[in-house]
């Protein structure tokens, strides 16, 4: 059965152009999820569970796309109006991306509670690149397929590449060897669903662990701490409406019916704060590393990494890790350098 579906793969690869070109979307948004599981040297989460959540995502991406339009349809709004694209796809889509990691917390509880900061960032990964793949699989489609109408033909005059430069040209996000691609829009950037689906879940992952750290402190700095905690992920997750929003609204248009501002003012704030989208996935990178930082630690207490970084192994390099590991703040003395 295996052999045989990899042929009609095979055969569909050979004889039709478009199907090349949405599978190059999986390939692209698989890899972006090799590269972040390889990246995150402090996980505890198999290579396993991590496919079967971009797996698991994938199909559900179709029942956000139908959740999306009922939603739509309710409010009296077409799916390809201005409103349903930049209101109801960024704040439908960024919140159902995270229910995978939600029935996970049902199905197995115990495992959940036992996840790691670098293990909810890996998870959110695979979360957003699952519902990217279809996404973009689907873009790729329509814009090889459809027939453009006056402003398609108009944006075909716009752009000179051919083959697969059509498709950045008229918008289709690109993936390369990179684990930051994906992103589309040069003035407003959206860093793809794998990284902002990773920042809210990673911010969460990473709350969840200073929370535990400063559980039984006392003073001003365990209250600051630990709001900060409560307040970081729903942060997290505004911000990746946010982008999305103003991926929508330059794509359709609205920007030119509201005189080139955002459409709402918390939006427009939230967009100048952070910079209009770019450095996505530099702040990814900077949360893994925070997230490693923790990880390390509840590993090392727990006995797990002196293997790994102490001096029973690593040779010199591991010995310099040891050394700079326990100098880190955090990490020296009894108590959360936090807290």
């Not at 590269?35 to 505890?44: D, E, G, M, N, P």
């Not at 994906?182 to 809210?200: C, D, K, P, R, S």
């Not at 997750?237 to 999305?244: E, F, K, N, Q, Y």
């Not at 609204?249 to 939230?270: F, N």
Request: net charge positive.
């Amino acid at each position: 059965m295996f052999l045989l579906a990899a042929m009609v793969v095979l055969l569909g690869l050979i004889v039709s152009p478009t199907f090349r070109a949405a599978l190059g979307a999986w390939v692209g948004c698989l890899w972006l999820v090799l590269c972040w599981f390889a990246l995150a040297r402090a996980k505890t989460v198999s290579w396993v569970l991590v496919s079967g959540v971009l797996a698991a995502a994938m199909p559900w991406a179709g029942v956000i796309a139908a959740i999306s339009t009922w939603i739509s349809e309710r409010a009296q709004v077409g799916v390809s109006y201005t409103a349903a694209q930049v209101v109801v796809a960024p704040l439908v889509e960024e919140v159902l991306k995270l229910v995978p990691l939600a029935v996970l917390a049902l199905a197995a509880p115990g495992r959940v509670r036992r996840l790691l900061a670098s293990d909810w960032l890996v998870l959110g990964v695979a979360c957003g690149a699952g519902f990217e793949a279809v996404e973009e699989m689907a873009r790729r489609v329509a814009i090889l397929e459809t027939q453009p109408g006056l402003f398609g033909a108009l944006d075909l005059l716009t752009c000179s590449y051919q083959g697969v430069g059509d498709l950045e040209c008229l918008g289709a996000s690109m993936f390369s060897l990179s684990p930051f691609s994906g992103q589309t829009g040069e003035y407003l950037v959206f860093a793809g669903h794998a990284i902002l689906t990773g920042l809210a879940a990673g911010t969460l992952g990473v709350a969840i662990a200073i929370w535990r750290r400063c559980g039984g402190k006392a003073g001003w700095r365990r209250v600051v701490a630990r709001a900060a905690c409560v307040l970081a992920p729903p942060w997290a997750l505004w911000v990746a409406m946010v982008d999305h929003s103003g991926r929508n609204a330059s794509q359709y248009g609205a920007w030119s019916q509201t005189g080139d501002q955002a459409p709402w003012w918390p939006v427009g704030v939230t967009s100048t704060l952070t910079l209009g989208g770019h450095g996505r996935g530099w702040v990814l990178l900077a949360l893994l590393s925070v997230a490693w930082l923790l990880d390390v630690r509840t590993l090392w207490e727990g006995g797990y990494t002196l293997s790994i970084e102490g001096s029973d192994g690593g040779g010199r390099l591991g010995l310099w890790r040891e050394r700079r590991i326990k100098r880190c703040p955090m990490i020296a003395g009894d108590r959360c350098g936090w807290c």
